[in-house]
């Protein structure tokens, strides 16, 4: 059996009096900056950012082949 067990989210409730801060970095020109240090219209643009997720590309001739 195993003995070590790992609190998950539903587990753990936090006042928020006991929850800390959790500071924000980006790369920004090649060096990385935390966004607490934005000023207002770079934070606007950080908010407006579309993240994509990287898809495997299918090959070309792989509906031939499993024929």
């Known amino acids: 059996m195993n ?3 790992t609190p998950t989210a539903d587990d753990v409730t ?3 009096e006991e929850r800390q801060p959790c500071e ?3 790369r920004v020109m090649g ?3 935390p966004v ?3 000023n ?3 934070v606007g643009e950080f908010n407006e950012r579309q993240y ?3 898809c495997k590309a299918e090959r070309p001739d792989a509906d031939k082949s499993a024929q």
Do not use: E
């Open 40 to 42: 207002q219209g770079k």
């Open 52 to 54: 994509f997720r990287k």
């Open 36 to 38: 607490s240090s934005f």
């Open 3 to 5: 003995a070590h067990w």
């Open 31 to 33: 060096y990385h900056r």
């Open 24 to 26: 924000v970095w980006t």
């Open 14 to 16: 936090l006042t928020d």
